[in-house]
């Protein structure tokens, strides 16, 4: 399991674990938070292919390295318009594979039901 750990707004200590069977790309929501750049880093340290959806350019820009560009892949779109996150989630299992998961920290995503849906 990949494990990372981070202090919170309130300084206190808390920590991420994903499990080792989970196969397929991850759709990360990122607000441009610690909690969103811990996510994507544990990720990323596990070798796990990841999408990267932001609002905003500066919530992404983090990972426009093409260092790692067989592995990310990023975009802005609204998290809050479903039409937006299903392209989002096509285009990004056209470009890494499936997705398996959506991890949304901080709830940007409005129409949950319809968005976990469209993932294998």
Do not use: F
């Not at 990310?72 to 398996?100: F, N, S, Y």
């Amino acid at each position: 399991m990949a494990t990372a750990a981070r202090r919170d707004e309130l300084g206190a200590m808390t920590t991420t674990t994903l499990p080792r069977q989970l196969s397929g790309t991850v759709l990360v929501v990122s607000d441009g938070t610690d909690r969103s750049h811990t996510l994507i880093d544990t990720l990323l340290a596990d070798d796990r292919p990841i999408a990267v959806l932001g609002r905003r350019a500066h919530e992404v820009a983090p990972y426009l390295n093409a260092a790692l560009r067989d592995r990310v892949w990023t975009v802005i779109a609204d998290p809050a318009d479903p039409d937006q996150v299903t392209e989002v989630i096509e285009k990004a299992t056209d470009r890494l594979g499936p997705v398996c998961l959506i991890a949304d920290p901080s709830g940007l995503i409005v129409d949950v039901d319809g968005a976990d849906q469209k993932v294998a």
